[in-house]
């Protein structure tokens, strides 16, 4: 199984609300990503979780959370978003992603997120 | 700074046509180099990943070089099928200083293939 799932597909959500998104893998890597990807733009990594710990975070605004309660799930929990944070939101995981590595990063479908 | 530009920017080639991308990097210390097909909507899929060492690397129809002295690639896809139009992107794989890779992502070509 090469699968990397995500949930929801699409979410529309206000500034004011509170909502998470999901991924999950079950190939047993250890490292995991978020990636930000607005239109016609290549994605722009957000975050990296290695064995369960934050070990990238790249200067992204407080409003967004990650978490990764086990190896196999990470979750991105968002609060009081702009507009322009709409965008479509992409998952991967690859073995460890530790430096000199070749192991490839497997992506998921992404979640297509609207802020209003 | 770490910069990865490809071209063209779209390419429209008829079906059972050949066609090459083009990848030039900038990134430093070189770790790897990784090219992606992102269907419209979709999370990217990787085609191929290349270290220093190696020049080429075949997956199917698709073939990817390397030069590490010029810092150039290219991806040669063969025998167009209307199922190649995507996005295909160029990914640099740097190593920084927390002992982690961080993939430095081109703009992508976008490929249309036509009947």
């Known amino acids: 199984d090469t699968e990397v799932t995500q949930t929801p597909k699409h979410l529309v959500m206000g500034m004011t609300n509170k909502k998470s998104l999901k991924c999950e893998q079950h190939m047993g890597h250890r490292a995991m990503y978020w990636y930000k990807q607005k239109a016609k733009k290549p994605p722009e990594l957000m975050f990296v979780y290695s064995y369960e710990k934050l070990s990238i975070n790249e200067s992204v605004p407080s409003r967004f959370s990650p978490e990764c309660p086990n190896s196999s799930l990470l979750n991105l929990h968002l609060h009081a978003l702009q507009p322009e944070d709409s965008a479509l939101y992409l998952c991967?995981?690859?073995?460890?992603?530790?430096?000199?590595?070749?192991?490839?990063?497997?992506f998921g479908p992404g979640t297509r997120l609207t802020v209003l | 700074k770490n910069q990865v530009e490809q071209s063209p920017q779209s390419l429209i080639i008829l079906e059972g046509k050949n066609c090459t991308l083009q990848?030039?990097?900038?990134?430093?210390?070189?770790?790897?180099l990784r090219w992606y097909k992102q269907d419209t909507g979709r999370g990217p899929v990787s085609l191929t990943i290349?270290?220093?060492?190696?020049n080429t690397k075949s997956n199917g129809r698709y073939t990817a070089t390397l030069d590490a002295d010029t810092k150039q690639s290219s991806l040669h896809i063969t025998a167009s099928q209307l199922s190649d139009s995507a996005s295909y992107i160029c990914v640099v794989s740097a190593m920084i200083n927390t002992g982690f890779q961080k993939l430095v992502f081109g703009t992508g070509t976008r490929l249309l293939v036509s009947p």
């Open positions: 990848c030039n990097y900038t990134v430093s210390p070189f770790s790897n």
């Open positions: 290349m270290t220093f060492s190696e």
């Open positions: 991967a995981s690859s073995q460890e992603g530790l430096a000199g590595s070749t192991d490839t990063q497997y």
